[in-house]
């Protein structure tokens, strides 16, 4: 089978690293891929939105299966034109991608399916938010309604803050067109978890749970950003709250983008605050999780080629998965300055002393000259399994420790969450 990814991230290096392990996949392609995709798949210089030359490319080079990483392409609608073609893919349709493209979208499904999320209220009219946010018990949160490369959410602790957060999506359009509309939403209080299930718009299995870290620094002080670092499974949540979450979230998105002709085929990865009234959706996006999917994948036992067959040709039914019970951990090595501006082009050393069971899947990384360069803000993922929660976290600094390049910064507390964690419940 050839099989092409598209993206070029740390999630698309594990996608092509345990695709690259099924013996049904013969030739992998990944476009526009990264340092350490180039590595173990073949690539193009095609952008992830250029649909057109995607399907071209996937037309010439006969591929027999597609994922596709990113949400641009898929709100962008890449599925319904690669199914067009006759081209099979994994990944849901533009109207399906409404989940994560658009805030209105889904949180007016969720009031419609009564699927638990924040209450919330939406504007398309400054004013009207403004006068709204008056009478509002602080903090709120509001959300740009369109894709904002995951900056379009503000916590706003007062009027001032709340109103400046308006001004900037609404009136300067910092997001451009993502904010023509507005959410305004209450704020939750708990811990947050990701949560993915795989479905073939019809049936779905829920995969094992993990916990990104989304800010910056130690104990999740400084702005947000693309994640920092995760680890799975999350202590938080249970064999309980997993089957509650199947059944009063995953089950009723499913059902209900059916029953709305929109059926979802692809990856659906419920972001869920666990609050004490119960797990509660924040945001929904429409494909894999960076970096959750680094730390999901390498537990995921079995072949990942027939599960995304499995989902295409609406055979879920037949999947059944199995997990390694180990815990893994993923360290973001990031450059400094990141989610800011930071320098790129520096050399990476000391990648190949991570040997054995550790992996080092590569997101802003280029090859130049023979060596391995810093391209984007999150340079590389450093992922260790361990037997437990402590065990993975000293395996995976041990890991990070032997890589250096100039400007490198990274969390030093991933998965000091669920450590706690496991270290109150064994005492009391
Ligand atoms: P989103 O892109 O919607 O996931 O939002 C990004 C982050 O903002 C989430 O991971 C949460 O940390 C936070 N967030 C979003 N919505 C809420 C909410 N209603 N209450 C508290 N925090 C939120
Ligand atoms: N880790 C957050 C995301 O993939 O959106």
Redesign the pocket.
Known sequence: MRVLVIGSGG?EHALVWKLKQSPKVKEIFCIPGNGGTASIANSADIKVDDIDGLCDFALKEKIDLTVVGP?IPLVAGLVDHFEEKGLKVFGPSKAAAQLEGSKVFAKEFMQRREIPTADFKSFEDINEAKAYLKDKIFPVVIKADGLAA?KGVIICKDLEEGNNALDQIMGEKVFQEAGNKVIVEDCLVGEEA?ILAISDGNQFIILDSSQ?H?RIFDDDMGPNT??MG?YSPAPVITKELLVTIALNIVAPTIEGMKHEGAPFKGVL?A?VMVTKDGPKVL?F?V???????QVILPRLQGDLADIFLAACDKKLNDVQLTWDKRSCVCVIMSSRGYPGPYEKGKIIEGITLVEGEDVVFHAGTKKDDGNVVTSAGRVLGVTSLGDGIEDAIKKVYIAVEKIQFDGCFFRRDIGAKALKRKQEVSVS
């Open positions: 999630r949400e995951g990701s990104d989304k693309g994640g995760a990865y972001g945001e996006n494909r894999f999780g960076d970096p959750e999917t």
